[in-house]
């Protein structure tokens, strides 16, 4: 009898947050730019997460966590959100949500690509599931836009190029950051093999047999994450750099005011503060592909969302795309 994947299911709400998140986003985006924007966001996000972090730690005893396990939790935070969460919004400043998203979408099969490279295994219905699930979503937004659809989301702010490569290096770095941190809430998702790689490199920092009550908190492990992510990036800021400011940029001219304020903590609480939390709990309940793949359903979850917004229906392809990115949903959710 089948049963329900609770990590999948997870795995899919998260892509309807994710598609909120990137409508909030669009605005801010382009009015700060992208770095700016994300330090922001992440520095209050942040704060609440510590917060939350410190009580599930009272609550737990502690937070169930070793040196190694804080470095790889940091080493994760520090490419998928600095790195990642840092070239997808500059994407999205650059190419609108639409475009951004199908960019991103990529990250699915990159993360099994790097499973595959480390030693993970999958199920012949779970890489059908992800083929249906990615084939649906490019198909859905390629075919996203009618030709007499004008809206402001659909301008490219600089070569098209440019914001290419920065959403597929967007999804690589978030690709890598799921990679890195499934061991250590999960181990037997990766059979062990990276984190016993690492294990030997640093003797004595950790090994693959964890406990479920010896794994760190979601919530914990959210938080390293997501502030040492922060500090990265204030770092970044106070350093001159190419990631600097240019003289006479508009985005470094625009005021911070109550309203856009407030967007950028709502974009941060659903989009960081439960998204990712939820993205870690799927982890240490599914396999990290299996994740990965859902979680990238949010272009899909964005055409109903860009319709009701901007009062263009999306073409009909775009819901063929849709229906194919169903099945594959099936197929992950019921095993």
Do not use: C
Not at 83 to 108: M, N, W
Not at 140 to 151: E, F, P, S, T
Not at 301 to 329: C, D, M, N, S
Request: without cysteine.
């Amino acid at each position: 009898m089948s049963t329900i994947n609770e990590g999948a299911l997870l795995a899919l709400s998260i892509s309807v947050l994710w598609a909120l998140t990137s409508l909030l986003a669009a605005g801010p985006a382009r009015a700060l730019g992208g770095i700016r924007f994300n330090r922001l966001r992440l520095s209050m996000v942040a704060l609440g997460l510590i917060a939350f972090a410190a009580w599930a730690a009272v609550q737990n005893g502690g937070l169930r966590i070793d040196v190694f396990g804080f470095g790889v939790l940091s080493l994760s935070g520090l490419i998928g959100i600095f790195l990642g969460d840092t070239l997808l919004y500059s994407t999205l400043a650059r190419v609108g949500p639409r475009r951004t998203t199908i960019l991103f979408s990529t990250h699915a099969p990159m993360t099994a690509l790097l499973g595959l490279l480390i030693g993970d295994a999958m199920l012949l219905e779970d890489w059908a599931g992800i083929v249906l699930v990615f084939v649906g979503v490019v198909i859905a937004i390629v075919y996203g836009k009618r030709r007499d659809q004008l809206h402001v989301w659909e301008a490219v702010r600089g070569p098209l190029a440019l914001g290419v490569l920065l959403g597929l290096g967007a999804a690589l770095s978030q690709a890598v950051g799921t990679i890195i941190a499934a061991p250590v809430l999960d181990p037997g998702s990766l059979q062990g093999t990276a984190i016993e790689g690492l294990s030997r490199a640093f003797p004595g920092a950790g090994t693959a047999e964890l406990s479920p009550a010896e794994r760190p908190d979601s919530i914990v492990a959210s938080a390293i994450r997501v502030a040492v992510s922060a500090v990265a990036l204030w770092v970044a800021f106070l350093v001159p750099g190419p990631w600097s400011p240019a003289p006479g940029d508009p985005a470094a001219a625009v005021r911070i005011t109550p309203r856009l304020l407030g967007i950028i903590t709502l974009n941060g609480v659903l989009g960081i503060g439960l998204g990712m939390t939820l993205f870690l709990i799927a982890l240490t309940l599914t396999d990290a592909a299996v994740v990965a793949t859902l979680s990238s359903m949010t272009p899909v979850v964005l055409l109903p969302l860009i319709w009701i917004v901007t009062r263009q229906r999306p073409a009909l392809l775009a819901w063929v795309g849709a229906g194919l990115a169903g099945l594959g949903t099936a197929l992950l959710l019921y095993q």
